[in-house]
């Protein structure tokens, strides 16, 4: 070391001293918490009652420990490229998740040390982005000792439902086959990587159940989207709720046992369910029939429960009410957000539908009636031939959609010069007649919202305390174009880049995105965003960009343009006021103050964190942690990056962090 560089490194000792000593000692008063569920509970709020980190503190957070999976990809002859988006469990003194390709990893908490690690030795082929959202866990609190007294669940990618030994990480020999239960029963023909689960199951008394991704875009006859309950200890089909329309007779759980098939092409859910386990009630968020953009005599009646919030009861699967998001679905707008519980003025029962456009429905969750007026307001009509699409939509009146709902000339924007102009002669060529209007055939139809959303699978966070909802959300275009399918044959593969076969329909769907010449957006920023909102009056706190270009600016401008990011993934929010957000493709997770959105804390990760954080803290002598998996996700990587560039932004890690001493 040179004499400058140690003048300056004893200038500096006092300092770092001086701000060791103010920094107070860490606060053991407050509560413990676990975060048995991946929304934290079966209410989805996200929220955690821990106190140990606040607004005044947070900015001190450091790194406690990381975990790497292993299990990353950037795509395979057999499958695309990986999505690390778990939520981890903490509870029975473990922290459990799940890799991209189905591991289950039990860890120490609080020194991420591995406990045991269970591989299923999932097919991964054919699957388009391999990912799991999460695990489930089962306790029989009556019984002590015993081998599988306590349970992990999680689906698999190749169509399996796994119940393993939390403890041990060993099969639990009792369920189903040697620990498996084969989900592709009853469902009749399903084709390579055709179905399967990426979200964690619903555990409720002593039950698991679930639903499924069923492949977009690919046939009329398609697989069921059945929703299935199976007994957590055997693994036997409990009871099934079969979603078709009133008039077609649903195929039960008896009938399955006997060899029935479930009905096909119905709609699924894919997202992470909910439940109000007072009142053994079950919310599934559901998509569209397939195929998505077209629907015509060929859909039927099947449209009833699509694209919805379907309550069931949770010891029979009976439908009890459903509300309807979007009516005859041919925009692939389906309800990807866990349904969240919450009461409204302390006493009314609600439950959120956050939806792709940007909606949001505040529901009795008891009855399904809207707490604030729904308005139907007449929707643009389809020029395809048999498109029977609805002449109104539902649109709320509170909360205000967080998703702009006109796209205007002014709103045409390009970062290079002649973008613009070349964006806006794309504008003027659209079929564009405002939201929900439908994709055409001689004209290209921009969606916008596009079908990422608006509200995606991540859902939004509940600070049950002040009674406000943050939601993470993203403002990115896409186009839709159906082509008859005689004319499509003669097409090369140049045309039919991101096409669907839409098999049994008379016409291909072809999907792209709104972009320039040099592939950016040709919309506005922010491209991401952040918004808060009163759920007991229905409005809009206050709203920010959520992320910013370090990772994706051509003009190497980093962090200063903080135009929001397309975004993946949940918020936390915590009894002190803070929100937790990653989401976004720069990279950082961030700490936000819940009343003014001000960012108290970023910090950079590994890898971009398309996914929720959670928080836990298991002694009152112990610390609060924050964990996030920090994995990236593939399509969106290969968005921004293109394929030779995707690894750049993906990743293994589950990051900790905590208060220093």
């Known amino acids: 070391m040179n004499h400058t560089a140690l003048r300056r490194l004893l200038l500096t000792l006092p300092l770092l001293a001086l701000t060791a000593c103010q920094r107070a000692p860490l606060d053991h008063s407050g509560p413990v918490a676990s975060w048995p569920a991946v929304g934290g509970s079966n209410a989805g709020q996200r929220f955690s009652e821990l106190t140990q980190i606040s607004p005044d503190n947070v900015g001190q957070l ?50 991420g040390e591995e406990r045991w690690t269970y591989d299923p030795q999932v097919d991964l082929t054919g699957v388009y982005t391999p990912s799991c959202r999460g695990v489930a866990y089962w306790e029989n609190e009556g019984s002590q000792g015993e081998a599988c007294n306590r349970r992990i669940l999680s689906g698999t990618l190749d169509a399996r439902l796994l119940a393993v030994d939390a403890d041990t990480g060993r099969p639990c020999e009792d369920f189903g086959e040697a620990g498996n239960v084969d989900l592709k029963a009853n469902l009749g023909d399903v084709r390579l990587a055709e179905y399967y689960m990426t979200s964690a199951p619903l555990v409720i008394d002593d039950l698991v159940v679930t639903g ?94 699509g694209t919805s919030v379907v309550a069931v009861d949770a010891g029979s699967g009976e439908p009890l009410w459903h509300f309807q998001a979007v009516h005859h679905d041919i925009w692939d707008w389906d309800v990807a957000a866990q349904p969240v519980l919450f009461e409204q003025n302390g006493s009314t029962p609600g439950v959120i539908a956050a939806t792709k456009m940007g909606h949001i429905f505040l529901l009795n969750r008891e009855t399904g009636e809207p707490l604030f007026p729904v308005e139907e307001r007449p929707v643009p009509k389809s020029n395809v031939p048999g498109e029977p699409t609805a002449p109104t939509q539902p649109f709320p009146t509170l909360p205000k959609p967080v998703h702009p709902e006109a796209l205007t000339e002014d709103d045409i924007w390009g970062l290079y010069p002649g973008d613009r102009d070349a964006c806006l002669a794309q504008f003027k060529a659209f079929d564009y007649r405002g939201i929900f209007t439908p994709p055409g055939l001689e004209r290209e139809a921009l969606l916008w919202p596009g079908l990422g959303g608006g509200v995606n699978w991540g859902s939004v966070s509940v600070n049950p305390k002040q009674n406000i ?137 590994p890898a971009p964190a398309q996914a929720t954080p ?24 290969y968005a921004a990056k293109g394929p030779e560039k995707l690894g750049e932004l993906l990743g293994d890690a589950l990051v900790v962090y905590s208060l220093s001493d």
């Open 614 to 637: 959670m928080t836990y803290r298991l002694e009152k002598n112990g610390k609060q942690y924050l964990a996030i998996a920090a994995g990236g996700h593939g399509p969106l990587a």
């Open 212 to 305: 499924a991704f069923v492949k977009d875009g690919q046939r009329v006859d398609a697989p069921p989207g059945v929703i299935r309950a199976f007994d957590v200890r055997s693994g036997e089909l409990v009871w099934a709720f079969d979603p078709v329309p009133p008039g077609i007779e649903p195929v039960t759980a008896e009938q399955a046992k006997a060899g029935a098939n479930f009905t096909r092409s119905t709609p699924n859910a894919w997202g992470n369910l909910s439940a109000d386990v007072e009142r053994g009630i079950i919310y599934l968020p559901t998509g569209g029939p397939q195929p998505d953009h077209y629907g015509g005599p060929e859909r039927g009646d099947l449209d009833y429960y």
């Open 62 to 111: 450091e790194v406690a420990w990381v975990y790497h999976t292993g299990d990353i990809s950037t795509g395979t002859d057999t499958h695309g490229a990986t999505a690390f988006q778990a939520t981890p469990l903490v509870t029975n003194g473990s922290m459990y998740l799940c890799t991209p390709y189905n591991r289950i990893v039990s860890l120490d908490p609080e020194t």
């Open 469 to 605: 909802m943050i939601v993470n959300s993203m403002r990115v275009p896409y186009t839709a174009k159906l082509i008859p399918r005689e004319k499509a044959d003669s097409l090369d593969g140049n045309d039919l880049v991101g096409a669907n076969a839409q098999e049994g329909t008379p016409y291909v769907v072809v999907r792209g995105g709104f972009l320039s010449p040099h592939n950016t957006p040709c919309t506005a920023p922010p491209w991401g965003v952040l918004t808060a909102i009163n759920l007991d009056s229905g409005e809009t706190l206050w709203e920010i960009p959520l992320g910013n270009l370090e990772e994706l600016s051509p003009l190497g401008l980093g962090r200063i343009l903080d135009w929001g990011t397309p975004n993946t993934g949940g918020t936390l929010q915590t009894a002190t006021g803070l929100v937790f957000a990653a989401a976004t493709l720069d990279g950082y997770i961030r700490a936000f103050d819940v009343n003014s959105g001000e960012t108290l804390w970023q910090d950079k990760l």
